[in-house]
């Protein structure tokens, strides 16, 4: 089993910054994926960005030049920087795991609005 907890989220407004952190507990040996997704209002969940026990980084095409993700694999923590927020960028932003399943957080929501 493996539990994650999400930080981070909030009301910002358009132009700001937001991290979002997730910290992983529980039984495993080591985590080969952890990412993020979000999920707006009436939209299916999307992947936002994955970065594997390695370093191999995957991003969604449209936020690679606004978002960065980073781990600490001893700490078993991803964090999330997301810089230059949009409007569009509102959601609530799911952590998620792999470790022979897949493991989600119960989300934090990111308001983005003046």
Not at 86 to 108: I, L, N
Request: net charge neutral.
């Amino acid at each position: 089993q493996v539990q994650l907890v999400e930080s981070g989220g909030g009301l910002v407004q358009p132009g700001g910054s937001l991290r979002l952190s997730c910290v992983a507990s529980g039984s495993f040996s080591s985590l080969h994926v952890m990412g993020w997704y979000r999920q707006a209002p009436g939209n299916q969940r999307e992947l936002v960005a994955s970065i594997t026990s390695g370093g191999v980084i995957n991003y969604a095409d449209s936020l690679k030049n606004r978002f960065t993700i980073s781990r600490d694999n001893a700490q078993n923590t991803v964090d999330l920087q997301m810089n230059s927020l949009k409007p569009e960028d509102t959601a609530v932003y799911y952590c998620y795991a792999h470790f022979r399943m897949t493991y989600w957080g119960q989300g934090t929501q990111v308001t983005v609005s003046s």
